[in-house]
């Protein structure tokens, strides 16, 4: 089955500088990488997704590259604010016949943003 | 919001005991997963349903089951209760059909505490 390291674990960032988060995965199949968001005590919520026929996808602050010859995607965030603080899971799936397969997440990435 | 339903929102018990935790998915979504989230682990993938179907399954132990009944609703239950299992359970659903986005929604979580 699939199997998805994410790194680093914990990464703390100054107010405005960049944040980036790695993910490998194991099944050269998986074609669905989203990345969620859990804020403390909240619900996961996605936030930018990407799929293996695309090399990379930005929407405004947050960009996520995939390199699927490596078995590896980024989560970048630029201009960090203290409300990014939260903790990003990346994630891969296979997409099968047009219905969504299920999710396997990395273990986390707790990124604090210091004002 | 997600519309993703789950209670209870809290719950404790004694080792040994059995409880089960209920979802309601969004109206119109036909996937259900469950996912234990841990303080170290992650998002952990248990089970997943589709229209009333066992769909895939993870990590999920045999003293745990779970069910989606015929209006979409499901329930995980957990048995025989070990120290172990105390964390928090998400139910996220999706739309699961030709076209969708991949998103899954996740409800507040049930806090599951064993003593």
């Known amino acids: 089955g699939e199997n998805v390291e994410q790194h680093p674990s914990t990464l703390s960032v100054q107010e405005g500088d960049s944040a980036v988060i790695k993910c490998t995965y194991s099944d050269s199949a998986s074609n669905y990488f989203p990345w969620y968001k859990q804020e403390l005590g909240k619900r996961p919520q996605l936030i930018i997704d990407?799929?293996?026929?695309?090399g990379e996808k930005k929407d405004q602050r947050i960009a996520v590259t995939l390199n699927k010859t490596a078995k590896h995607f980024s989560l970048h965030i630029t201009e960090t604010q203290p409300e990014d603080s939260a903790v990003y899971f990346c994630?891969?799936?296979?997409?099968?016949?047009?219905?969504?397969?299920?999710?396997?997440f990395g273990k986390g990435t707790k990124l604090s943003v210091k004002p | 919001d997600s519309g993703v339903t789950q209670t209870p929102k809290h719950l404790i018990t004694a080792t040994g005991q059995r409880v089960t935790l209920r979802c309601s998915p969004r109206s119109g979504d036909l996937s259900v997963y469950w996912y234990q989230q841990s303080l170290d682990q992650g998002l952990q993938f248990l089970i997943q349903?589709?229209?009333?179907?066992?769909?895939a399954k993870g990590n999920i132990l045999e003293r745990f089951s779970a069910q989606q009944f015929p209006d979409l609703h499901s329930e995980l239950n957990l048995s025989s209760l070990e120290l172990g299992d105390s964390a928090l359970y998400f139910c996220a659903s999706s739309v699961a059909a030709s076209g969708n986005t991949g998103e899954l929604f996740f409800g507040e979580g049930s806090r599951l505490t064993v003593l």
């Open positions: 349903y589709y229209n009333g179907e066992e769909r």
């Open positions: 994630a891969a799936s296979l997409n099968y016949g047009g219905s969504q397969g299920n999710l396997i």
């Open positions: 990407i799929r293996s026929n695309v």
